[in-house]
């Protein structure tokens, strides 16, 4: 006997995914999974492998229509039926050129869903394929895992990473998780005034057996919209952290979010080698003194030695430190790389963070923020690059002696 059809629906609104859910099942459509739009819809396609995709395309459309892209990419086989309110003409196309089999109006009616999946499903797969063929293939079941690194303390790393990761959720409501790996004494959660509930220390330790559902349950939420995944109160807890399982931790989390942001220590150890391992882009902060210029070298020298590509290094000047004669244009001549962004020094940082808020969301008009939108915005329209091979940065001292 044929086994009953698996269907996955992709919907932001969670209570109509259960409401979906009770319509098919007298029908003998089994939901095998249900999510969100972005890289964890085509993950789970990946992973369910599901007979048709059930897509709702609501606001952003954009963000919809490039989750239906993805699944295409990663399960072209897989046909999708989606649904939108009001249904305009530009939608229509857009949604056909995207490889959607049949668009349904809402509210959906459950003769004509169940019409529309039963009529997909027995219908053969077209040959060529919805996609249009100019489109660059992605690699779409990872998101973009950004490790916001610099050789240094006290140089803005955590102030940069935890603003971007606000600015790049608020940009087409990207999912975005910021992860502590500060070994020394990590403070992304009190950046975002909260306080820490499970670490990354005791996620990366059940990383071999973590299901989705208890790894996002562990997470916190910022009311920006980020989520965060604290670094242990005590940096003698890092001692038992195996940087292999930070790795895989960070993998796991890159299939469900699409950019993971990882905040580091000014230290070399060997979760630092994990971070940077795990990264498809490396944002590298340099405050404008000398210390902190000489320091970069070394990592931009270590970056190159260990193959990383020089495009996805994001040499960041930031003036952390007030007046400075040297110039964002001296750093680049010094190091050889171009600057990718510079960031002004802005006492706003200073106040927005006493606060426990960024500075993105309290003075977003201030000068520093626009700079720190301008930065996010230039990372978020960058295309998703290759995953990175195994065992690079290996070298690096392990943790305890960090
Ligand atoms: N552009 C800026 N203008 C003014 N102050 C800044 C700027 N960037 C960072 N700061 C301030 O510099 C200090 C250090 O910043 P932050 O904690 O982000 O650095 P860090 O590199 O993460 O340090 P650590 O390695 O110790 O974690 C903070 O007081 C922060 O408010
Ligand atoms: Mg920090």
């Given at each position: 006997m044929p086994r009953n059809p698996l269907v996955m629906i992709v919907d932001e609104?969670?209570?109509f995914r259960q409401e979906l859910q009770a319509m098919l099942a007298p029908a003998k459509l089994a939901v095998v999974a249900d999510c969100g739009y972005g890289v964890e819809a085509a993950s789970l396609a990946e992973e369910t492998r599901p007979d048709i995709v059930l897509v709702a395309i609501a606001e952003p459309h954009l963000r919809a229509l490039q989750t239906i892209e993805a699944i295409r990419v990663i399960a072209p086989e897989t046909p999708i039926?989606?649904?939108a309110a009001n249904p305009d003409f530009r939608i229509v196309r857009q949604a056909m050129h995207a490889g959607v089999r049949d668009l349904l109006p809402m509210p959906l009616k459950r003769d004509e869903l169940l019409g529309s999946?039963?009529?997909?499903?027995?219908?053969p797969i077209p040959s060529e394929g919805g996609l249009d063929q100019d489109e660059p293939a992605r690699p779409a079941s990872a998101g973009v895992v950004l490790t916001v690194f610099g050789a240094k303390g006290g140089i803005g790393k955590t102030t940069i990473a935890t603003n971007i990761a606000v600015a790049i959720a608020k940009r087409a409501q990207n999912s975005v998780l910021v992860i502590d790996l500060d070994t020394r004494f990590g403070d992304v959660a009190i950046m975002y005034d909260l306080e820490p509930q499970v670490t990354v220390a005791q996620l990366a330790s059940q990383v071999r057996t973590l299901e989705r559902a208890t790894f996002r349950a562990a997470l916190q939420r910022h009311a920006s919209g980020v989520w965060v995944l604290p670094s242990p109160k005590h940096p003698s807890d890092w001692r038992t952290v195996?940087?292999?399982?930070?790795?895989?931790?960070?993998r796991f989390a890159a299939r469900l979010f699409d950019y993971v942001i990882l905040d580091t220590p000014g230290a070399f150890n060997d979760i630092v080698g994990s971070a940077l391992e795990v990264a498809t882009?490396?944002?590298?902060?340099t405050s404008v003194d000398m210390a902190s210029i000489k320091d970069t070298a070394f990592v931009l020298d270590l970056l190159e030695s260990e193959g990383f590509p020089k495009e996805r290094v994001y040499l960041t000047v930031n003036h952390a430190n007030g007046a400075n004669a040297i110039r964002a244009a001296d750093v680049a001549r010094v190091l050889r790389t171009p600057v990718f962004w510079e960031i002004p020094h802005d006492d706003e940082v200073v106040t927005a963070s006493q606060l426990g808020r960024p500075v993105v969301l309290v003075k977003p008009r201030s000068k520093v923020s626009r700079s720190l939108a301008e930065l996010a915005a230039k990372i978020s329209g960058a295309s998703a690059p290759e995953p990175r091979r195994r065992g690079l940065f290996r070298r690096l001292a392990p943790v305890s002696a960090g």
């Open positions: 609104n969670v209570p039926v989606a649904y999946l039963q009529r997909v499903l027995a219908a195996d940087p292999d399982d930070i790795r895989d931790l960070v882009q490396v944002l590298l902060v």
